[in-house]
């Protein structure tokens, strides 16, 4: 297959640039995989397409404020740091803004003075080891200082922090949200749950290697980034234990569709893992674990949009993209969902 197969056309003014005020007023887009029929809904109707016995798996990563912007003592220019991974204490692997301006040894302001930096080496790709010099707490200094690393297509400023964390997220570490998350209230979780769908936590930490653009015309040739995750022993016995009762596992996003494809075995059982997934899925995979997937609408021509491909067929899905276009559907991170159903 080539990158453009999975092509679509979409009109910039399609991509949502704040969050709705209410979390669950966005639309849902309902994608039978099987058939690829489509209808419109909103995303309280979720409830309506989850079942007792069921096992909804949802990614509690946090998204950190790990956009920094500061400057090199005595001159003006930005320099931007985004953060990607925590080497030790004080010690990250970043991405930084112009890499040129950056040489290993180069000191960075941050805020006055509140928070300086070295660029300690340059490892794969041209990623930036930094060392931050700092006193007090970590978290509050980011805290003060950090901006959330929103994608390039959202232009607008991000008043709340908190909007671009799902209501669960716990365990800090991405340098993305997993978005489809962001849709659920606390309320609706509690309706879900009391409906007998077990709700079971996985951890994934986004990295940016899940926004790289493909650039090989094979997609087959693309590499994909790794990226962190944990799956306790109580969330493999909870899924396998769904999966033995006849329910469905259903995946919030991506990310936590990727948790438990790698933490499974080809007979699909799932195992407690920690460590670290480079899963590429695109159509031919064959899905060990999830049954269906609540997902928000990707990019074009990106791995996510192989992904949903890979599940409901790159035709139906296509068509649903056309069909979203058509019914000016709000599209990628602050956008509206779709659920992809047997």
Known sequence: MELHDFYYDLPKELIAQDPLEDRSSSRLMVLDKNTGEVTHRHFTDIKEYLHKGDCMVINDTKVIPARLIGHRPEKEEEIEILLLRRIESDLWE???????KCKTGTEIVFGDGLL????????????RLVRFHFEGIWEEVLDRLGQMPLPPYITHRLEDKTRYNTVYAQHEGSAAAPTAGLHFTKQ?????????????HVTLHVGLGTFRPVKETNITEHHMHTEYYELTEDAANRINA??????????????????????????????????????????GY?????????????????????????LA????????????????YRFFSFGDAMFIKE
């Not at 609706?188 to 079971?200: A, F, N, R, T």
């Not at 933490?263 to 480079?278: F, L």
Request: charged share 25%.
């Open 313 to 328: 067929g790159r035709e139906n899905i296509l068509n649903a993209y056309k069909q979203a276009v058509e019914e000016k």
């Open 242 to 283: 769904a999966k033995a009762r006849g329910g469905k596992v259903i995946c919030v996003g991506t990310t936590s569709c990727r948790t438990v494809e790698s933490a499974s075995t080809d007979d699909g059982i799932v195992h407690a893992q920690v460590g670290w997934t480079g899963i590429y899925i695109y159509p």
């Open 94 to 100: 970043t991405l930084v803004r112009p890499g040129k």
């Open 286 to 310: 064959k899905f060990k674990v999830l049954d269906e997937l609540i997902t928000n609408f990707h990019l074009p021509e990106s791995t996510l949009i192989m992904l949903v491909s890979a």
């Open 188 to 200: 609706l979780l509690k309706e879900i749950e009391e409906m007998g769908v077990d709700i079971v």
């Open 116 to 127: 300086t930096a070295t660029i300690e080496g340059i490892v794969e790709e041209g990623n």
